[in-house]
């Protein structure tokens, strides 16, 4: 069986399921899925070098904002 976000296992009931994965690199970017939902990833043009972070309503899962903060740069 499919699982969302592509896990191994399903969530128990009232969890969010959710897969994070940093990247590799400038060769393979980072991708965030929220409850089978891709919130962030190259193929959407919203990441960036460095961190890469998605603000999530822990009640509702509606995602709040989405962000890359380049360490590198400053």
């Not at 399903?10 to 919130?39: H, R, T």
Request: hydrophobic letters at 40%.
């Amino acid at each position: 069986p499919r699982h969302k976000c592509g896990n191994q296992k399903s969530c128990p009931q009232n969890y969010f399921a959710f897969k994070i994965i940093s990247g590799a690199a400038n060769v393979v970017g980072p991708s965030i899925c929220f409850e089978d939902l891709v919130l962030m990833s190259s193929v959407k043009n919203n990441i960036g070098r460095g961190l890469n972070i998605a603000l999530v309503n822990g009640t509702t899962g509606q995602l709040l904002k989405a962000d890359a903060f380049d360490m590198y740069s400053g």
